[in-house]
RNA sequence: GCUCCGGUAGUGUAGCACGGCCAAUCAUAUCGGACUUUCAAUCCGAUGACUCGGGUUCGAAUCCCGGCCGGAGCACCA
């Protein structure tokens, strides 16, 4: 069979109706238990954001559901992409995550691979070097025309001279498809580049295949059967059903899902480095970010990343991704595990302070969690008077004449108010007289005990307030609920207590 | 422009290959109520969708055609 007969039967794929569905998770074609091989391949350009969590989460759950494996591939074929550094924190983030893998490869491990392949190809006549300008070919391509290249090129000897002769943007490896193709991006595509800029694992090469080249030869090599992606692939998926006709390979089974928009957050990995670089994020675990890593910090568990990624699921329809939907599945983990603690958010330079006098000594006994036995925190009240810390928003619908309910403690009645602070007379102890006299329920926290609070939005602002003294028992890392307030993670604890606010 | 793909409640999802059991599932959201020493959780109730128009059929969310809307790709990135 001549070069030119091979070329015209190849490249047609004949996509999965998707994917036949059951409740809950749609399973894969012609998948057979304990047979399955998944990949999940990052481009280590930096860590792993909320958009690589799909894929991630769901090659997971569909190894795990057949029994499978799932191997983890570099994707590093481009070395201006390259972060060193990248791939320890994929490995982390894919940790963290709970996602395993059984098999790790890097592509740049694997170049001769590629060379090899790209060879066999050029001997059958099926590459050529081409070493025209982009403009020319692109010009001859639209245009139904082959460049001279692709006859007097397409020999070994070319070939190496793309080795040794050639410098980057003089001259690529093309592969010889139809030049009448009806997509025109798909007539005679390249598969090999040459870059001068050096790779950091392997700096003596600078011969590199571009990923229609790379990735069937390696899910090919690797034995993937099913491969998940974004459906931004659809035509490499076409560009690549060629290599595997030319080569004689058996094709796995695509699955494309459709674009997951994520609204309200920085997930473009090259916009984030620069950020950094510049001064204007923190570092990767910023809260602004869409990173796994600055997800973590605030408070986010993996299993609601999961969840949600797992309901969303691999429909090639566009969709969008919900925060709430998010916060919903995290309070659902974090709610049952969460100490409360008393909170005020207000101007630390100038605190709202409510002054109560004639009060009893009192010890205020809180649960540290409504529901579960998770023990007490204690605040011992003066007798005769005692000054509390109150959240702004509290304070100003403080009114003379008002009876208000201190959470955990006694009613109080308001005598006067001023600026920033409120004077109060002892009221009643019980809840039922709190009822009676329709008095608002707040919280507070005792003046001469407060820990001072810095909490961070994940919209990059800060806000300042009080604790309790016992939220210097919650340890960094965990999750905690500010009564009245929302769910934050503790972030640091030195003479101040740095949080994270997580949700509602 | 060209090539290809998709459209179920605010959001996500099930149902669509083999039309009737769908006056359409579940989650989340929103609203109301119960409970509660948090504006959390929990419990109860309500709200809310088959993109539109034709066709096939006894019968269409499901099949066919067209419109509308949305998306992807058209790199010597992945």
Redo the contacts with the bound molecule.
């Keep these: 069979m001549s070069s030119e007969d091979i070329s015209r039967k190849a490249g047609e794929h004949n996509f999965e109706?998707t994917v036949?569905?059951?409740?809950g998770l749609?399973e894969l074609p012609d998948a057979e238990a304990g047979k399955v091989r998944l990949r999940f391949?990052p481009?280590p350009s930096g860590p792993l954001h909320l958009g690589h969590a799909r894929a991630a989460v769901l090659n997971d759950v569909y190894a795990k559901k057949y029994d499978g494996r799932l191997i983890l591939r570099f994707?590093d074929?481009?070395p201006k992409?390259v972060d060193p550094d990248a791939y320890e924190m994929i490995r982390n983030d894919l940790e963290w995550l709970g996602v395993a893998w059984q098999e790790e490869v890097l592509q740049s491990d694997r170049l001769d691979l590629y060379y090899r392949r790209a060879r066999e190809l050029v001997s059958k006549s099926l590459a050529y070097v081409c070493t025209?300008?982009?403009e020319v070919?692109?010009a001859l391509r639209e245009s139904d025309r082959a460049c001279e290249c692709r006859d007097t090129l397409d020999s070994p000897e070319a070939f190496e001279k793309m080795f040794t002769q050639y410098c980057?943007?003089?001259?690529?490896l093309r592969l010889k498809t139809d030049l009448a193709h009806?997509?025109?991006?798909i007539r005679d595509f390249?598969i090999m580049?040459?870059?001068d800029t050096p790779h950091p694992r392997v700096s003596d090469k600078k011969v590199?295949?571009?990923?229609?080249l790379?990735?069937p030869v390696d899910d090919h090599e690797l034995g993937l059967t099913h491969i998940l992606r974004g459906?931004?692939?659809?035509?490499?998926t076409h560009k690549q059903a060629y290599i595997y006709d030319y080569l004689g390979w058996e094709k796995p089974h695509y699955i494309h899902y459709?674009?997951l928009k994520i609204r309200d957050v920085m997930l473009s990995t090259s916009e984030m480095k620069k950020g950094i670089e510049d001064g204007v994020y923190s570092g990767w675990d910023d809260v602004r970010l869409g990173t796994l890593a600055a997800l973590r910090r605030r408070g986010i568990k993996p299993d609601a990343i999961k969840k949600v990624m797992f309901?969303?699921?691999v429909?090639?329809?566009?969709?969008?991704?919900?925060w709430?939907?998010l916060y919903?599945q995290n309070?659902?983990l974090i709610?049952?595990v969460a100490n409360?603690y008393s909170f005020v958010e207000t101007r630390p330079d100038s605190p709202s302070v409510l002054r109560v006098v004639n009060c009893p000594e009192w010890v205020s006994k809180?649960r540290l969690?409504?529901?579960y036995d998770r023990g007490d925190r204690q605040v011992d009240l003066n007798s005769g008077s005692q000054d509390f810390l109150l959240?702004d928003?509290?304070f100003s619908e403080l009114k003379e004449g008002n009876v208000v309910r201190l959470?955990?403690?006694y009613n109080i009645k308001v005598t006067e108010k001023s600026k920033n602070i409120a004077d109060a007379v002892f009221h009643s102890k019980s809840?039922e007289e709190a009822r009676a006299n329709k008095a608002r329920?707040?919280?507070w926290v005792k003046s001469g005990e407060n820990i001072a609070v810095d909490v961070l939005s994940p919209d990059g602002t800060h806000h300042l307030g009080f604790a309790e003294r016992d939220t210097l028992n919650a340890e960094v890392g965990w999750v905690v609920?500010f009564?009245?307030y929302g769910f934050v993670r503790i972030d640091g604890k030195d003479d101040k207590i740095t949080a994270v606010f997580t949700h509602?």
């Design positions: 109706k036949k569905n059951e409740r749609a391949a481009n994707e074929t481009d992409r025209c300008r982009q070919f692109k980057e943007g003089e001259a690529v009806k997509n025109v991006s390249p580049r040459i870059v590199y295949p571009l990923m229609n790379s990735v459906k931004d692939h659809i035509l490499n459709g674009l309901d969303v699921g429909k090639q329809t566009d969709i969008t991704f919900s709430k939907n919903a309070k659902k709610d049952p409360r809180n969690h409504p529901t959240n928003s509290d959470m955990g403690t809840l329920l707040i919280n609920q009564e009245r509602k």
